[in-house]
Nanobody, 117 residues
Framework: QVHFVESGGGLVQPGGSLRLSCKAP???????????MGWYRQAPENQRELVAT???????TYTDSVKDRFTISRDNGRRSVYLQMNNLKPEDTALYYC????????WGRGTQVTVSS
């Protein structure tokens, strides 16, 4: 059973930066290396949305609202995925999760990002 552990969230002022980390300690290394990964977020009263993806070949995609501000990366040896978030805006406030793409049925607890002055 895959389990993801997200960290790195916090309270930041508009224009600030955060770096989120996600580990998949129970995933077999070869499995992790062979799946596309993504960062998702869910704001209160909104549906969960896919924010960024990174393929096994490290090609990345981003939803329009975060392009040129967020950067996704992965370290297969550490079974980890990262999300560098710059120039944060209040509308980025959400609970952020990582998962495979498409998402598996196993979600971690997420990490809260709050952007407010």
């Amino acid at each position: 059973q895959v389990h993801f552990v997200e960290s790195g969230g916090g309270l930041v002022q508009p224009g600030g930066s955060l770096r989120l980390s996600c580990k998949a300690p129970r995933m077999i290394l070869s499995t992790f290396s062979g799946v596309d990964m993504g960062w998702y977020r869910q704001a209160p009263e909104n549906q969960r949305e896919l924010v960024a993806t990174i393929s096994t070949g490290r090609a990345s995609t981003y939803t329009d609202s975060v392009k040129d501000r967020f950067t996704i990366s992965r370290d297969n040896g550490r079974r980890s995925v990262y999300l560098q978030m710059n120039n944060l805006k209040p509308e980025d406030t959400a609970l952020y999760y990582c998962n495979t793409v498409p998402g598996s049925g196993n979600w971690g607890r997420g990490t809260q990002v709050t952007v407010s002055s």
